[in-house]
């Protein structure tokens, strides 16, 4: 979705996709680096669960922030049909993102 989000059509100038591919397996490349870098050594190199569901936790949830905010800022700067259809998936995501945190914290908390 962040890639998607990455590549959108600017009002105004032509469809086509300059750099679109190498900004989609850079940002993969990015993004497996940091679950590589923050996420694995705590259960590979030391296995201790507890960080490891923290960083794992952080990450996704900074993951999905990064994608509501990219879908309101395009909102919000979009209009008619794409306006709309960004609406829809904005109203997809916010909910997913507000129920994986309250998930996240129950389970931490061991309430869940």
């Known amino acids: 979705m ?12 032509a469809n086509r996709l300059r750099f679109g591919y190498l900004d989609l397996v850079l940002l993969f ?7 590589a870098f923050a996420v694995l050594p ?4 030391s296995p201790m669960i507890a960080q490891y569901n923290y960083n794992y936790n952080l990450l996704a949830n900074i993951q999905n922030n990064v994608i509501v905010g990219g879908l309101a800022s395009l909102w ?3 209009s008619g049909s794409l306006a709309d259809r960004v ?8 909910p997913f993102l507000l129920t994986s945190l309250v998930i996240n914290v129950a389970i931490a908390g061991r309430r869940y």
């Open 42 to 45: 705590w259960i590979y190199a």
């Open 2 to 13: 962040m890639a998607g989000l990455a590549l959108r059509r600017i009002a105004g100038v």
């Open 87 to 94: 609406s829809h998936l904005f109203g997809g995501a916010t």
């Open 29 to 35: 490349t990015w993004w497996t680096f940091l679950y």
């Open 76 to 78: 919000l700067t979009s």
